[in-house]
Structure formats: C-alpha cells, structure tokens
C-alpha cells in the first residue's frame, strides 16, 4: 500500500481534512486495502471503519429496503464501533471499488484526541438511526380525511319529512344528514337548518326535508388531505362537509372533527386568511409562510406535499384578495374565472414563485366591464405582491390587459399558438397550457379547458413544435456523467434545480398529456394518467415521476437551508455539499431526464 496515496485522499476527505499531513500519514499507517467486485456483500468481521475509496456500494436494511448507497469518502462500520451494537444489515457492492479498513483502536484513539472528529461521527450515526426510524404516527400536516373519519354514512330521504330527520339526528347523536335521493347525494340538513329554516318559519313537521335542505353541498373526497377541508371550509364559510368515497356518499366531517384533529395545526393559516378584512391583514398571515415551512422541514413533509401545501395557501390568499375587491369596487359587470398558471396552477408552488394569473371573463372587455376588470386585477396582483408572492417579471398577470379576455378571446389565442406554433411563440406561451380555476366560474373555465385539449390532441405539428421547445435545454450532466455548473450572476455555481431539471420534466410531461387530452395538470398526475392510459410505457412513467421527486426533494430541502441560513431562498445547488447517495440519485434523476427527451424527440419530431 502507497502511504503518500492514501494520505492525499484522507486530507481531501470530511473530517480528516482537520489533520496536518504528519498526523494523516500516522492515521495512514493504520489502514488496509480491499478490492471488492460487483455483486459482492462486504461485512465487517470485526470492528473497523470502512471508508469507500472508489466504487458503489448499496446498504440493505434487514427487511431488504434500500436504505442509501456509499460512494468515495463515504463511511460504514462506525455504528458498531460507537455502540457495540451490529444491525443486521447488508452492504452489497454494486460497481467494482476499494474501500479501506481502519482498525477500532486507530479509530477511537482518533475520537478522543479530536474532538470535531468524534462529533462528526456521533452527528453521522444520527443521521443514520434516521434512515431506520419508521414513521410511527401520520404528520399532522399531511393527514387525510380518511385518517380521522370513519364510514359512517347516516342518510335519510329526500322525501322523508323534518321530523323524521330530527329523530334520526336525536337517535345517532349527529348534528347534521346527507340527504340522498336514489343512493345519490342531493343535499345536506343540519339542526341549524331546523331551527332557521323550519322552526322559525313555521313549517309543518311533515314538511319534506328537500324543501328546506342545503342542495348541490360542496363535497370532498376521503382521500384528500385535510388542510384541503380547512380551505374549503373556510372559503364558504360552512360547518359540514359531505366525504365522497369514489362518489358515493362516506361520511360527513364537521369543523369540530378538524379542530379535535389539529388544534394546533399551522396550516389553520388558511382559516385566517379566509377571516381577514383588509390586506394589511393578508400580508400578516403571509408573513407565517416561511416559520411555517420550517415546521413543516421539521416534520419532514415530503416535497410535494409540502408544495401542495403552499399553493393551497396562496391560492386563499388569493381568494380572499378577490373577495375583498368585489367588497370595495361592487358586484362584477359579468361571470369571470380567475386563472391560474405554472406552478401555482400545477399544485406544485415553492417558496420562490412568481405570479402568473389572469382573467377569463363571460363578456367582451370594453368599456365599464374593461374598467372593472382591471381595476380587479390591480388589487389583487398587487395585493398578492405584498403577501410576498413577487409581480411576474414576463408579466404574465392578470393586471396585463392582454390577459384579461372574454371566453371567444382566449379560445383565439390559444387558436393562434396550437395552428401558427413558432418557437418564440410556443416558448413565452407553453405557460398557459397549465391552467387551473382559482376563483369564479367553472363553467366558464371547463369551456376554456376542453377548448384547448380539442385543439391539441393528436395535433402532430403543434405537438412536434412543443416538443422542439421542451428540448431545447438538457439536463447538466457530460458525456462521463459528471455535473455541468453554471453561474447564477453573482459568482455562485451549482446546478439550477428547477429549470434544468424539474421544469424539463414538467416540459416533458405535458407534451405527452396534451397528445392524449388529459385534463391534469399536476405533473404527478399527469405520469399516472399517462402510465395508467398506456400513452407512456409505464417503467418511463415511474422513472419520470421518481426523478421529478428527487429533485423536488432537493429543492425544498434547499430552500429549508436558504431559511434557515437568512439567505435569499433560490433553486442553484452547489452538489458538493450533497451525502454519496443523494448525487447518486441525482445523478440517475439527470439520466432519466436525458433519456425521456430522447423518447420525446423520437415519438414527436420524426415524421416532420
């Protein structure tokens, strides 16, 4: 063994870069080396410090579950020097490599003479126990309905009179009825319902309960998660909520069921939102948002659903924006939607997004309904912008006259970009083809939508020009695999998270999904239904979908960093500060990316 080689790599290698050189050739002196081949399953036979020199290793728990993988200077065996204790797992070599063994005494002689050494790994092991901790309990923040309702579906007739609905609700001690008519739901009656609507009205006890309960209830689904019937709850101001389970009436969560759930939940900020009176009122529950996704890193919310999260409270904030205009300027001169875009439209919003919204509207815009809409607009754009959701740079705002346009309007644009699709065009416009409803009309808005998917599917030359756009950057990764940095303007290299990487997935996603008319946006969904219609081979889908996870994931735990370090929350990662198996996985993320465009351009570019 070349001392000098071994102590050139130790003096580049976290926590032994502390060492002077004297002190590494004497830590040098105590190591071995070891080849291992592929395939391989690499066991301490007694206390010893593995350190991987070159090569992959993968660690399998007891149960067989991946729990990371090693690469070069990362550590194994320490668990068993720092305890005593051996877990029984398995270390598998999965590319040829050399690891070296440091003997337990060289290692606890080390520990106690330097003293951040012992930190490192006792910080390390922790880490480590983490990978082995399963979740024992849901996350209060990612609960869903079904995690505290029941099936528990007490119904009574339309035709069945109030008094029998009185008893019903006397009998199974409930404070509110679905109310069925054939085994479909066609409304709700609460005993707020019967003293206001019956009692002091005066109406007979036979009067049949359809005559005075609440039709066409807004619902949820008790898959949904429970931060989404606090929004929805408090949107409308309502107390009970039909549960649908695959449409059919479930159950009925009330906002007691929630406060008993959660009482202390953060994202009860949507409540707040929704019981604001002016925007100064806004802009203080916004200033929640970031302490609220600290807590939401501390309880290690998964990316997209902490995204998920977060758009929910900006589109309140929004909703309320919008509520408090109709309030100071009047009734609306007409029925409008308010539209959504890019990530806010796709649910997948993070810390550092911008607006892009706009306005679907039921009449032409001139004159007073011109003047009205673009007073709306001001109020909210700019009420958004004092929430800290920032003024988009490309305008792309409802505020923009351009983007203020009747249902015949936006049907001629959206004309424009599918049948003249230039690639400057498709490029500023791309945006628009994830569009969600926010507030206002959904009729309007379906019209809108399948107006689009009618004009995209199977359209083989506006597909093959939106696919020419979706492949105009690549993926950061060379021919060797090695990541490509970029600058970001103030001297700061790393790799742009979202726009080499997730927004190349999300490109990807949504030529496929306009292809086949899928109306999903979320690109999650999206790789489902395109998986599940079998318009993609549903290996790609599963790939695409876990690589666009990983990257989100390293995003939000970037942005957790920028917070947390007072810095300006932004998408560039530096990949040396990443463990072994995170630029593993990153670099496989990349890999699908680069292959997906490949299967892009050949399905959509080649005949044209």
């Known amino acids: 063994m070349e001392v000098a080689e071994v102590t050139t790599f130790l003096a580049g290698t976290t926590p032994f870069d502390q060492l002077d050189h004297a002190q590494l050739a004497n830590l040098a002196s105590h ?30 728990s007891d149960q067989q579950t991946l729990l990371t993988k090693l690469e070069q200077s990362d550590f194994y065996g320490y668990q068993l020097l720092l305890t005593g204790l051996s877990d029984n797992d398995n270390l598998v070599c999965e590319e040829d490599g050399l690891v070296y063994w440091l ?261 032409e815009p001139t004159g007073r309904i011109a003047d009205y809409f673009a007073a709306l607009a001001d109020f909210v754009c700019q009420g958004l912008a004092r929430c800290g959701i920032t003024l988009c740079p490309g305008n792309i705002m409802a505020s923009n006259p351009a983007l203020r346009l009747s249902l015949k309007g936006w049907s001629g644009q959206f004309g424009k970009w599918v049948n003249s699709p230039t690639p400057d065009a498709l490029l500023k416009a791309s945006i628009f083809f994830d569009l969600r409803l926010i507030e206002g009309s959904k009729g309007l808005f379906n019209a809108l939508q399948q107006d689009i998917l009618a004009r995209t599917r199977d359209n083989a ?61 979320n690109t999650r969904q999206r790789l489902v239904q395109l998986g599940n219609s079998g318009v993609m081979d549903s290996k790609d889908t599963q790939n695409l979908s876990d690589a666009f996870d990983v990257l989100a994931q390293l995003r939000w735990d970037k942005h957790q960093h920028d917070l947390i370090q007072g810095h300006d929350v932004t998408n560039l990662l530096d990949p040396n500060v990443l463990s072994g198996l995170q630029r593993h996985q990153l670099k496989d993320s990349l890999t699908v990316i680069n292959d997906a465009q490949s299967s892009l351009k050949q399905r959509f570019c080649r005949d044209l």
């Open 31 to 60: 190591i071995s080396v070891y080849y291992c081949q592929q395939g391989e399953t690499v066991q301490p036979h007694s206390e010893r410090l593995m350190i991987v020199r070159t090569g992959i290793f993968a660690l399998y």
């Open 103 to 363: 003997n337990a005494d060289a290692f606890h002689q080390l520990r106690y003479q330097y003293k951040n050494i012992d930190i490192f790994f006792q910080r390390l092991f922790s880490r480590r126990l983490h990978q082995y901790k399963a979740q024992q309990q849901n996350s209060r923040f990612t609960l869903k309905i079904s995690d505290i309702v029941q099936a528990r579906k007490i119904a009574i007739d339309g035709d069945q009179s109030v008094q029998q609905a009185a008893s019903l609700m006397t009998e199974k001690r409930v404070s509110s009825l679905l109310v069925e008519q054939q085994q479909q739901l066609i409304g709700i009656i609460t005993d707020r319902d019967l003293r206001s609507r019956v009692l002091a009205a005066g109406l007979a006890a036979q009067t049949p309960v359809k005559q005075v309960m609440t039709a066409k209830p807004h619902t949820i689904d008790k898959h949904a998660y429970l931060f989404e019937a606090v929004q929805l709850m408090s949107r409308h101001n309502i107390h009970h909520l039909p549960v649908l389970d695959k449409h059919q009436s479930y159950s009925m969560i009330t906002a007691t069921d929630i406060i008993r759930a959660q009482q202390d939940h953060p994202v009860y900020l949507i409540g707040e939102i929704h019981r604001q009176t002016s925007i100064d009122g806004l802009e203080h529950c916004a200033g929640q948002i970031s302490s609220l996704a600290l807590t939401l890193g501390k309880q290690q919310v998964p990316a997209h659903e902490a995204g998920h999260i977060i758009t929910t409270i900006t589109d309140a904030l929004t909703q309320r924006l919008i509520a408090l205009a109709l309030l100071e300027l009047g009734p609306a001169p007409c029925v409008f939607s308010w539209l959504a875009f890019g990530s806010q439209g796709r649910m997948d919003q993070s810390l550092n997004a911008d607006q892009d919204n706009a306005l679907l509207l039921e009449k």
């Open 461 to 521: 030359l506006f597909l093959y020009h939106l696919a020419q756009t979706a492949l105009q950057r690549s993926a950061p990764l060379s021919f060797l695999r090695n990541f490509i940095l970029e600058h970001d303007g103030k001297q700061k290299k790393g790799l742009d998270l979202k726009k080499r990487g997730i927004s190349l997935i999300t490109d990807i996603v949504r030529v496929y999904a306009l292809s086949a008319g899928i109306s999903d946006i």
